[in-house]
């Protein structure tokens, strides 16, 4: 066995036929039989190729996973001054939310996008560094956000087109240490 590095980030094993066994522990029952890469990428004649050109390893490469298995992209998000951290959509699915990593308030805003447009309506100003999650509640009427200055907000959804969020209420200092999750 050896080991390939996709996308930079860690070593992934690239198992030989021989080494999948049904019965094995480390590969959970998994073999190259089993293997339905339609179920990930829903089309049909993706997997029959991969088994076919590798008759004797059998690995998902950077660009399989770049070409079969991710959406394509469709637009891009202009508006944030650094990378984004974190995106939530609504359930009904009428508007994103984004922020983007922050050491300053100014940055830490929070964008409101329609979907149709893909345009930023107005940002939400709550927290003083990065927000490190955002949620809508079930029924959409509340986001919830939380972020590296131990502060979490909740913003409320109105009828106003212009600004269809507001701070209904801040919690400074919740927590001792930083909040990751809502």
């Known amino acids: 066995e050896a080991a390939s590095m996709p996308f930079g980030l860690k070593k992934k094993p690239i198992l030989s036929k021989s080494s999948l066994k049904a019965d094995d522990e480390e590969n959970a029952g998994v073999t190259i039989e089993d293997f339905q890469?339609?179920?990930?990428?829903?089309?049909?004649?993706?997997?029959?190729?991969?088994?076919?050109?590798?008759t004797d390893e059998f690995m998902l490469n950077e660009e399989f996973l770049m070409s079969k298995t991710r959406w394509p992209e469709r637009n891009k998000l202009y508006g944030?001054?650094?990378?984004?951290?974190?995106?939530?959509?609504?359930?009904?699915?009428?508007?994103?939310?984004?922020?983007?990593?922050?050491?300053?308030?100014?940055?830490?805003?929070?964008?409101?996008?329609?979907?149709?447009?893909?345009?930023?309506?107005?940002?939400?100003?709550?927290?003083?560094?990065?927000?490190?999650?955002?949620?809508?509640?079930?029924?959409?009427?509340?986001l919830l956000c939380v972020s590296k200055d131990r502060q979490f907000s909740v913003f409320e959804r109105n009828d106003d087109e212009k600004q269809p969020f507001k701070l209904v209420q801040i919690q400074n200092q919740a927590h001792k240490r930083v909040l990751w999750c809502c």
């Open 80 to 142: 944030h001054a650094f990378e984004l951290y974190c995106i939530a959509t609504t359930k009904k699915g009428d508007y994103i939310v984004t922020a983007a990593k922050s050491k300053k308030k100014k940055y830490a805003n929070i964008f409101v996008w329609t979907v149709d447009s893909l345009n930023p309506i107005c940002q939400l100003t709550a927290h003083e560094f990065t927000v490190h999650q955002m949620q809508f509640s079930p029924d959409d009427k509340y």
């Open 37 to 54: 890469p339609d179920v990930l990428t829903n089309q049909k004649d993706v997997g029959e190729e991969i088994v076919e050109d590798s």
